[in-house]
């Protein structure tokens, strides 16, 4: 079936650094991708998203990018801080309604 | 409140137990959804509302699962004959209108079936 994915299960980051997670996907239908972060104890909320006829898209601290060629999404913070220690998930959007997520990248930022 | 509410926060059952998960949406949303996740894993999807009606039954994992939503606010997950493997956080949504790509979690139900 569809089905969204991740690459890396674990990212290990300096603080200060730049950050970027990977999300492979199989629906080309997809309307539109979105990027959720989930701190321990609680639930995933909203940070970013990208409409499927984009390629990228910037918000604060953060960057979409998105490659319909090889089904591939990606997300970059700037200058990770230590509140940006997280799982992240890749979601799809499709028909409209459903929201489909993928398995997760955890983040951890070295002070 | 301003935010998705569940209760109850935390429960414990013993197997073969009927148990009701409760949400309540951010008022005014008429997209609710109800995701499961195990620990140290993503997000499986159950059973999506629109208004009280659900488009969407097919993240249900078998018959003992259902749901309702009622007044196009309160939803309530039930899972009948508990299994141990139904152990889990069942995570509630909910969002403003049909398409809305930011949906609003609460802290979730975690469930342990001993």
């Known amino acids: 079936g569809e089905s969204v994915g991740l690459h890396l299960p674990t990212l290990s980051v300096q603080e200060g650094d730049n950050s970027i997670i990977n999300c492979a996907y199989s629906?080309?239908?997809?309307?539109?991708f979105i990027w959720y972060k989930q701190e321990s104890g609680k639930g995933p909320q909203f940070i970013i998203d990208i409409r499927s006829n984009m390629d990228k898209r910037q918000g604060q601290r953060v960057t979409v990018l998105l490659n319909k060629t090889v089904k591939h999404l990606s997300l970059q913070i700037a200058a990770t801080q230590p509140g940006d220690s997280a799982v992240y998930f890749c979601?799809?959007?499709?028909?409209?309604?459903?929201?489909?997520f993928g398995g997760g990248t955890r983040v951890l930022v070295k002070p | 409140g301003a935010g998705v509410s569940q209760s109850p926060s935390n429960k414990v059952t013993e197997k073969g137990k009927d148990v009701e998960l409760r949400c309540d949406p951010i008022s005014g949303h008429t997209a609710l959804y109800w995701y499961r996740q195990r620990l140290g894993q993503g997000l499986e999807f159950l059973i999506y509302?629109?208004?009280?009606?659900?488009?969407?039954k097919s993240g249900l994992p078998s018959d003992r699962f259902s749901a309702e939503r009622t007044g196009e606010s309160v939803s309530t997950l039930t899972i009948q004959r508990t299994q141990q493997e139904d152990s889990a956080v069942y995570l509630c949504?909910?969002?403003?209108?049909?398409?809305?790509?930011?949906?609003?979690f609460g802290q979730g139900t975690r469930l342990t079936v001993v």
């Open positions: 509302f629109q208004g009280n009606s659900a488009p969407d």
């Open positions: 979601a799809e959007n499709t028909a409209g309604n459903k929201l489909t």
């Open positions: 949504a909910s969002s403003l209108e049909r398409g809305a790509t930011e949906a609003f």
């Open positions: 629906n080309s239908a997809s309307d539109y």
